[in-house]
């Protein structure tokens, strides 16, 4: 038995600058592609896409603002989508919202909703759009279970710009990262390059999921553990399916990308006499039993 799971990149568009009619239309997409795909187990949407984010170069209409939409997580916003996942049975990363941390600071932090309506994860983006965003940093990576099919982690956008991202999300044991993006500018085919690299180097499954319309530029990328796209959106608006089996991120380490390149075992028999200066750390072996990774400090 492989470890199938089927998901769906949703490449669409929010109402610009209408959070409510955007929520709105989220839940009617959802109601018809869980009728039409009833085997869809995930649907992800992209980066504050709940937020009905406009164009990047307008400026936002008065009453539009990360300090006005902010919301505590579990907070109103959150527990709709929880009670949408557990009506449909589905696991829900809507995008991201801006959040209200305990702190006061607005966080731009997406999260995972399980079939049964829980709050599986919460991530804070660690490395925002700078100067663009203004909001706070997240200091945390985050990976969660999908109830014993896998294991997935959360990065959201710019974040993909920074390799150690992607490598300590694998090394806390993800097999799938889930990236929702906004990006409306022209280094897009950088974006889809570095989900590539991403994948390869890490040998993982990468879910980067791309707005559409006003907000974003589409073509949304979903990469193979050996780094081989399973598909490039196109500019408009797509519902991409696909069916990820989760056993190819075992094969591409255990055999290697291509039948080539192991390089987990070689981080696990080599790695541990390299220093590594900029990050005060060394590396140490995963454990043998369920293959988890950490930095071991200095």
């Known amino acids: 038995m492989t470890r199938s799971l089927s998901i769906i990149m949703a490449q669409v568009a929010p109402v610009e600058w209408d959070p409510a009619a955007t929520l709105e239309a989220y839940e009617t ?3 018809h592609v869980k009728a039409v795909v009833p085997s869809t187990q995930l649907v992800i949407h992209p980066e504050l896409h709940l937020t009905g984010l406009g164009r990047i170069d307008r400026p936002a209409p008065a009453g539009w603002s990360p300090r006005v939409l ?6 109103p916003l959150s527990e709709r989508v929880g009670a949408l996942a557990k009506r449909l049975g589905l696991w829900l990363v809507p995008g991201s919202i801006y959040e209200l941390g305990d702190d006061g600071r607005i966080y731009n932090t997406t999260i995972a909703v399980a079939p049964d309506g829980s709050i599986r994860a919460r991530y804070r983006k660690v490395f925002p759009w700078r100067p663009y965003e203004r909001v706070a940093a997240g200091d ?3 990976v969660f279970n999908l109830d014993g099919l896998g294991t997935a982690g959360l990065m ?4 993909g710009w920074f390799p150690e991202v992607a490598r300590q999300l694998a090394w806390l044991g993800a097999e799938l990262i889930l990236q929702p993006t906004a990006t409306a500018t022209i280094d897009r085919p950088q974006e889809i390059i570095l989900a590539q690299a991403n994948a390869i180097a890490n040998q993982v499954f990468v879910a980067n999921v ?17 780094g081989r796209p399973i598909h490039i959106g196109g500019d408009g608006r797509e519902m991409i399916t696909a069916v990820l089996d989760l056993d190819h991120v075992t094969r591409a380490r255990e055999i290697g990308t291509a039948g ?4 987990w075992r070689q981080i696990d028999e080599e790695g541990g006499g390299a220093t ?3 990050y005060g750390g060394r590396i140490r072996p995963r454990t043998a039993a369920g293959g988890s990774t950490k930095m071991n400090p200095a």
């Open 260 to 263: 080539l390149n192991r390089l």
């Open 70 to 75: 902010a919301q505590p997580i579990p907070g």
């Open 276 to 278: 590594l200066p900029m």
């Open 29 to 31: 997409y959802l109601v």
């Open 156 to 159: 959201i956008c710019y974040d």
């Open 140 to 142: 945390e990576f985050v």
């Open 210 to 226: 791309n707005a559409a319309g006003e907000a974003g530029l589409g073509q949304s990328a979903l990469i193979d553990p050996e």
